[in-house]
């Protein structure tokens, strides 16, 4: 407590220092490794807080401004009944967050994420009157909506999650959110004053060259079955994967005849996207192709860690298609945006649990000018122009049908596709760096 004191004592304002916290996995955080990464460019010295379970991307890790800052994960309390176990295990949380608050050097600002808001809201404002520091929340949604889809909205948990993030929200000195939409909510109904940062898609999503998605195809087909060319090479000299082949005399790569589809969809499996939607769209579309209609085969790629994943995954098990082929990897930090960088088509199952939050997979898509399917709610076309920049389904019929209109007679044919893309790139959409820098930088204040 008394070395607490003395290097609370040292310093007002903590310097250049901001801590970026988050309650849960960093490594699956892109946000917050955005917002680490913007305040290092600046020079501020960074200390990344949360669960080190995934792998931050590779710039996050070279950065010399910033510093990893674990924090223990708690394994479940197995006693007792479930409210009890829960309640027990959010003041242990609270006590642990803490401590590691309070370790590090005083920062000027604590930056929060925002869900998980409970205990990490309350917690990092008894760490900001200590610090005698600033605290700014994040808003990605709402804790209380996402824990009602399991539990309800009436069930008592979810009240007091709802009471308690309204209540300290209000205790912030600044407050971000992702669309206009949540801006105006935490406003009328919290009480809340926060800017409008969208997510904007960080300098290394775009466009992914042929000789590098070539090296992805290959790299990929090493452990998944996809990616393996379908058909023995012709050429002796050629390196083949399902979708590229490399002629090795001359180096030059195509694109190989006949090639399937690229379909990509990143998920965190949870209840907030339905994914049986995406596999009865893919039934339609494999009866499609049976019937006679011009479609290509396609290679539908889910990426993404979760608690549902084992549940899909035994959905897709079940399914035996003849033209697709679903496989559900983990994807490097750096290789997710070349993947991206390389499909023919993104679909977005992400239904908002608020109606308040956008897709950032989306964001990221569009960053690789990869036009999108997404499922239909109410703040989406912030994001999504249906018929612009990508298509807006409801349901798994719809989802085929436009599966089907964008794949007609492919790759020979690509309408609709080819016009997404072509918009896409002529938007000259603004990325993180400069969105940040326009909206978060004057809230710091730039000299500091």
């Not at 090296?215 to 083949?240: C, H, I, V, W």
Request: charged residues 25%; contains cysteine.
């Amino acid at each position: 407590a008394a070395l607490l004191w003395r290097r609370w004592a040292a310093a007002a304002g903590g310097g250049g220092r901001v801590c970026v916290a988050v309650l849960g996995d960093l490594g699956r955080s892109p946000r917050m490794q955005y917002h680490a990464l913007s305040l290092a460019r600046h020079g501020r010295d960074v200390a990344l807080l949360g669960y080190v379970r995934d792998r931050p991307h590779g710039d996050v890790l070279r950065s010399g401004n910033i510093r990893l800052v674990p924090v223990a994960e708690l394994r479940g309390l197995r006693v007792g009944p479930k409210v009890f176990q829960y309640v027990i295990k959010v003041i242990v949380q609270a006590i642990q967050l803490l401590y590691t608050m309070l370790k590090i050097d005083q920062p000027s600002y604590i930056l929060l994420q925002n869900p998980p808001g409970l205990p990490s809201i309350a917690v990092a404002w008894v760490a900001c009157l200590f610090w005698r520091s600033k605290l700014i929340i994040d808003w990605h949604n709402y804790g209380y909506t996402i824990m009602s889809l399991s539990h309800g909205r009436n069930h008592p948990l979810v009240r007091i999650a709802k009471w308690y993030e309204k209540l300290f929200g209000r205790l912030s000195d600044y407050n971000l959110c992702v669309t206009n939409a949540m801006k105006e909510d935490l406003w009328v109904n919290c009480n809340i004053k926060a800017v409008t940062l969208y997510d904007k898609p960080a300098s290394y999503f775009k466009e992914t060259p042929l000789e590098i998605q070539h090296q992805l195809y290959m790299k990929l087909a090493k452990d998944y079955e996809p990616f393996k060319p379908r058909t023995e090479s012709l050429g002796l000299n050629s390196e083949t994967s399902a979708f590229t082949e490399k002629d090795e005399k001359n180096g030059r790569v195509i694109k190989t005849r006949g090639r399937p589809a690229l379909v990509i969809s990143s998920t965190s499996w949870t209840e907030d996207e339905d994914f049986s939607v995406l596999l009865k769209a893919l039934e339609d579309y494999e009866r499609y192709i049976n019937e006679g209609v011009k479609l290509p085969s396609l290679v539908c790629v889910i990426t993404g860690k979760g608690p549902l994943k084992d549940y899909y995954n035994g959905l897709i098990n079940k399914l035996h298609f003849k033209h697709i082929q679903i496989c559900t990897p983990w994807l490097e930090a750096e290789d997710y945006p070349l993947l991206l960088g390389s499909a023919d088509l993104g679909v977005c199952l992400h239904k908002s649990s608020s109606g308040l939050d956008l897709p950032m997979k989306v964001v990221d898509m569009f960053g690789c000018c990869l036009p999108v399917c997404a499922i239909h709610f109410e703040c989406l076309h912030e994001l999504v122009k249906h018929n612009e920049n990508g298509l807006i389904f409801r349901d798994s019929n719809e989802l085929a049908e436009q599966l089907k209109m964008l794949f007609l007679e492919f790759p020979t044919l690509e309408g609709k596709l080819h016009n997404f893309r072509k918009n896409l790139r002529l938007s000259k959409q603004l990325r993180w760096d400069e969105s940040w820098d326009q909206t978060v930088l004057p809230l710091l204040g730039q000299n500091k």
